[in-house]
């Protein structure tokens, strides 16, 4: 269906990866729309993966100030996360995300076919927020995936897909601006601080965004042990979830401690400069916390394989 | 006082002039943002001309997807027209302020002091947007340009400058986010239509921004005669105005017809490709107009000195 709506339609593909994430895709997003003359009516299509939906949704949210567009995600992935909520964007040398604009699609239309085509290392990639819903809301979807491996055949898949994205509009449509204190929009991001971490000092592509966030995962799940909020059983469990689907749950290779620490901190979760992440209160829910001391994160990093 | 408040911040300097204004310059602030970890507290005081002011707020816009900024505007042109309103944004290659987003600074200070650093050049051009505030809505502030020479020293020139604020912010405040079909926001636009052609024909710099306009005024009065919307002397009494406070009412060398013309099917006041301008209804008083024919406008191009 999709194939047949942008037949005729000028088109611009840009290469897949985190590392086509940048200001100067953007730019080039910008230019292909100007070249095409595409006017305040024009709506773009931008169909592809998280990556595109970012950089192709920011670049529909400030052409013109701001046009119409139409998110087709292609890849698990951006069809649980990225598509809806509006969030896009762009990385800066800096960090990930660190230019962007709330914009929400004026559709966005999941498509499982595109599912068939997925590498399964981008598949499992996926897997990694899908597992991430069931531990910050909800319990039942985590033990489902205790009990199954899901996969792109799989009967349920689709309906897994459609809870992940109820989950996700309800937390947006509670925090669209990401302005609560406590709880909010943030509670998408269990994992992500380290995560983030991960990608900014492996460099891109070293790891998909799924893997680092998986890794990130078990480190929020150890960190919630540390404080006494997980029991080492239920780190475990967190553990077999990810392993179960192909996910990794510590570093390939150790990377610098020093270098870990310093892009949390750059991290724009932070306020104020402390330390702040979404920890785990129990499997099935989340929860905000700051002040955290940077050694009891040493702690997690070198458990998760960090070195120096 | 400014220069007390910013004395220990970190600061980039940006150069000066409209070749600044591009994706390129708007990645460096972003960088410059990032490089110094500014949260989502921060805010950046943006001091400049309208290009600083419109890629610095377009930055603050974008930047973690939004932080605080306040516009100290250095020129004529930018205390009068663009640090109010919320317009941010940034030039392609194809045109004007082609990406960009609608972003209120948290203040605007006018600090009268920049005007006597600002070379007379400058101080002329944004005069030319003053003499449109007069032209598209207040007749008494046009006819008082018509009897006095406004310089930086007059005594009249602060209440000059409030009052095409006040007119701004009220056409603005009508129309946020320029949906209005009929007239509203796209009567700032005034002399902007032939001016946006201009710059992007002789190249960014060849003419300053107001210089432009001023051109594109005696070219939307030409035009608005040829409609009969404007006796003949009324279209001398804008040029009149224009050249007392040494503004240009024709092009300095002969620009290409076929290039003016295309650069216009390109502005982004076009709905579905037909011309659309913002034309007098008498001195005092602008309209929209669509569907305006290509000869007539490419007549009031040659008048203007255009070629080919």
Request: net charge positive; hydrophobic share 45%; charged share 20%.
């Amino acid at each position: 269906m999709v194939a047949r709506l942008i037949a005729d339609k000028p088109r611009l593909l840009l290469p897949s990866g985190e590392t086509t994430k940048t200001v100067g895709s953007y730019a080039k997003v910008l230019d292909f729309l100007a070249a095409n003359h595409v006017d305040r009516r024009g709506v773009l299509w931008v169909i592809g993966g998280g990556v595109t939906g970012d950089t192709g949704g920011f670049a529909a949210a400030t052409y013109l100030r701001g046009i119409a567009y139409v998110q087709v995600p292609t890849t698990l992935l951006a069809m649980v996360d990225s598509s809806v909520g509006g969030k896009t964007g762009i990385n800066l040398t800096a960090g990930k995300n660190l230019a962007g604009a709330i914009y929400h699609p004026r559709a966005v239309l999941v498509c499982g076919d595109f599912l068939r085509t997925l590498p399964p290392r981008e598949f499992a990639a996926g897997l990694a927020e899908v597992i991430k819903y069931g531990l910050l809301g909800d319990l039942a979807l985590f033990q489902q995936l205790e009990a199954v491996t899901l996969t792109a055949a799989h009967a349920e898949l689709f309906n897994v897909i459609r809870r992940c994205c109820e989950i996700k509009a309800a937390v947006v449509a509670a925090d669209e601006n990401e302005t609560a204190v406590e709880g909010g929009r943030a509670l998408l991001n269990l994992g992500h601080t380290f995560g983030h971490a991960i990608e900014n000092v492996a460099g891109y592509g070293a790891y998909l965004h799924g893997e680092a966030v998986a890794v990130g995962l078990a480190g929020a799940a150890r960190l919630s042990h540390k404080l006494g909020q997980l029991s080492a059983a239920d780190v475990e469990r967190v553990e077999r979830v990810l392993t179960r689907h192909a996910l990794p749950v510590k570093l390939h290779t150790a990377l610098p401690m020093g270098a870990l620490m310093q892009a949390m901190q750059h991290d724009k979760k932070n306020r104020d400069g402390r330390l702040r992440f979404v920890l785990l209160q129990r499997l099935g829910e989340a929860a905000t916390r700051s002040g955290i001391e940077a050694a009891m994160v040493q702690e997690v990093w070198r458990e998760l394989g960090a070195g120096g």
